[in-house]
């Protein structure tokens, strides 16, 4: 055993089902390569698997990135473990981190390089940033930043594979830095610690004033973490050379074309720029359960049910909740309700035979792509869920986050009635 490193419990192997029925063995932790500065050009294979028909949510990942795992706990309850258990430690002392900034934003500069000097010169961190946020002139142009930009580690997305060269990530902004740092990894991924640096700031617990103590304490490791599922959404396109469009990182099946998507907030498919109602059939395990007739459908995960599907009258779920969320856009009926089915099923919406027009859909807000007769969207909940560090606890945090960010139940009190007016 190497002196100084510390040990954590070793991580349970899992098992996904494949789309043959059988079983892919667990994956490990990943050996570590010689670190470079730059990164060769490769692209990430999401793990292939068709689950079988079973109320039983998946069994996650219970390492994330190259290093860290979550610590074991015996206490559980029916398979359940109590949230407020959950618990992230380290295999080996993390060396690398991923630093996420929002883009084009001034107010993000000064954070920015307060936390990259401290990680590479007082914790001695390799520092992974992506190279589209060095090229901004006023990173670039700074000459006394000059020498710890000659320390980083650059990428660029879709086009460079980080998944086994980053231990933990850091996001500086709002709740789409978090959303990004999700779509960077199409398989396990490394622990996330987020600063309120954005406007709503609802998935993103830490204040940047105490950085330095935070970072510490998170790098020391044992501090508690919530597991947010994601989606594995998979869009199969029919002829797409005949339609003259080009699709990249995906695989053929023949004449079709598909892609696949890790989504960690929701799904939206919705009518596009046309004035007709969007007409799609959804179907649940193989069974159509109903055609959407509206603005569209969102199929969300727990923590994407405080993002587009309350907005459209959705319940708020916890993120440890294992379930998938339905969620309907105006819809052309008075009784279609939200619905939350189990995490696990497989959904598939399709294009209704008799639809007006074709539908749009899009994943997290981006990827926007146009969905024709014959395309099919398969959505079930991945392996591979994003370890969100917490401030506390995953209940706390929460409950912080819908009274700060959403004020929820608030409300002016009701004035005490004194014995005399209470007669009356």
């Known amino acids: 055993m190497e002196t100084g490193e510390q040990v954590g419990v070793e991580a349970v192997p899992y098992c996904c089902s494949d789309f043959d029925g059988g079983e892919t063995p667990a994956r490990g932790l990943a050996i570590r390569t010689k670190k470079t500065r730059s990164l060769s ?36 309850v029916m398979h359940i473990q109590d949230p407020a258990s959950q618990r992230l430690t380290w295999n080996k002392p993390p060396k690398s981190v991923l630093v996420i900034k929002k883009i084009q934003d001034a107010s993000l500069l000064q954070p920015f390089k ?98 330095q103590s935070q970072v510490t304490q998170i790098i020391e490791g044992n ?111 008075l009784s279609f309700r939200p619905i939350v089915v189990p995490a696990g099923v497989e959904l598939k919406i399709m294009l209704s035979r008799d639809a007006r027009n074709t539908a749009w859909v899009s994943f997290d807000g981006r990827k926007r792509q146009e969905i024709c007769h014959g395309d099919s969207i398969t959505i079930t909940t991945s392996c591979f869920p994003v370890p969100s560090i917490c401030f506390r606890d995953p209940v706390n945090d929460w409950f912080e986050s819908l009274s700060q960010c959403l004020h929820w139940n608030v409300r002016k009190k009701q004035n005490y009635l004194s014995s005399e007016e209470e007669e009356f």
Do not use: W
């Not at 998946?58 to 610590?71: D, N, R, W, Y």
């Open 41 to 76: 050009t490769s692209s990430a294979t999401a793990c292939d698997y068709r689950r079988n028909q079973s109320l039983h949510g998946p069994s996650p990942v219970t390492t994330f990135g190259p290093k860290a795992c979550m610590l074991q706990n015996p206490h559980a």
């Open 114 to 211: 307060e936390l990259c000097v401290f990680l590479t010169e007082q914790k001695n961190m390799i520092v992974y940033v992506e190279r589209k946020v060095l090229a901004d002139p006023a990173i670039a142009g700074d000459e006394s930043f000059g020498a710890v930009i000659q320390k980083f580690c650059t990428f660029r997305e879709d086009l460079d594979d980080i998944s086994n060269r980053v231990d933990f990530i850091i996001c500086l902004g709002g709740d789409g830095t978090l959303l990004y740092a999700s779509s960077l990894f199409q398989e396990s991924v490394p622990p996330v610690m987020a600063f309120h640096l954005g406007s709503l700031g609802f998935l993103t617990p830490f204040n940047f004033d105490t950085y």
């Open 223 to 333: 501090t508690a973490i919530i597991l947010r599922s994601r989606l594995r959404v998979r869009v199969l396109k029919e002829s797409q050379e005949k339609k003259g469009i080009i699709m990249t990182n995906g695989d053929s099946e023949g004449s079709r074309k598909a892609m696949q998507y890790q989504v960690l907030n929701e799904v939206v498919v919705d009518r596009g720029p046309s004035s007709y109602l969007s007409n799609v059939d959804l179907f649940l395990d193989g069974h159509l359960i109903t055609t959407v007739q509206g603005d569209g459908v969102i199929v969300s995960t727990p923590t994407g049910s405080t993002a587009y599907a309350v907005a459209a009258g959705a319940s708020m779920i916890h993120p440890n909740v294992p379930a998938i969320m339905i969620t309907p856009i105006c819809p052309h009926s």
